[in-house]
């Protein structure tokens, strides 16, 4: 027996579409709840920018993680467990191809504006895809206009917001309001607005809670 909307527990994440853990974290997660199709969590998505001082026009890749890990060596380094990680979960992550690090600001107002249409998840999924799978640049409006006609949005809709500054204010005060409240790095989520479980959890851990929560439930 499934759980009426009355029931159901929210289960916020923050998270980044360029964060890789993001992208790890959502993919276990994934697979916990096609294990469990009756879970209780009804999911929200919330934004958190990696690089809140990323120019909107983003960056060159190479530079900005050699800028940021202090040299090739320190990147390659930083970045070994998060492919260790991705291929255990069975993701592909085309670091080769990546060319640049985008501002997300415009991909979070995407994952907003999707969240009214209710395809959010869609919306983030479709984010991961294009930036780890496909190497798109998301900070780009025709690319967010591409992956919002992809998930039926309309794109001509989303390409007159994005011109405009539209929730923007919006997002960067969640974000603020997210740090304010302790959170300090991405994916964190937040089970029926009182526990936060930090990091990319293993499946096993979300099929934990969920038959805990069920339990309580039943």
């Not at 579409?17 to 998505?45: M, S, T, V």
């Not at 900005?64 to 070994?80: D, H, N, P, S, T």
């Not at 080769?96 to 983030?124: F, K, S, Y």
Request: hydrophobic share 45%; aromatic share 8%.
């Amino acid at each position: 027996m499934g759980f009426t909307m009355a029931e159901a527990i929210k289960l916020d994440i923050m998270s980044d579409p360029i964060c890789p853990w993001c992208y790890i974290g959502k993919a276990h997660l994934d697979r916990a709840l096609q294990d469990h199709p009756n879970h209780p969590f009804a999911i929200e998505w919330h934004p958190f920018q990696l690089n809140p001082e990323m120019p909107r026009e983003g960056m060159d890749r190479r530079a900005y993680l050699e800028g940021k890990f202090g040299g090739k060596e320190g990147a390659v380094r930083a970045y070994a467990p998060v492919v260790e990680h991705a291929e255990k979960a069975g993701l592909n992550i085309n670091f080769e191809a990546m060319q640049c690090t985008p501002n997300t600001l415009d991909a979070h107002r995407l994952i907003h504006w999707a969240g009214i249409e209710g395809r959010q998840t869609a919306a983030v999924s479709a984010l991961f895809k294009a930036y780890f799978v496909e190497a798109r640049d998301i900070g780009d409006a025709e690319v967010l206009a591409d992956i919002a006609d992809s998930i039926e949005m309309d794109a001509a809709v989303v390409t007159r917001l994005l011109k405009s500054d539209v929730d923007a204010q919006d997002i960067r005060d969640r974000d603020a309001h997210s740090r304010k409240m302790g959170v300090n790095s991405v994916p964190t989520f937040i089970i029926a607005n009182a526990h936060a479980v930090p990091g990319a959890q293993p499946p096993e851990l979300w099929a934990q809670v969920i038959a805990d929560l069920t339990k309580q439930q039943s």
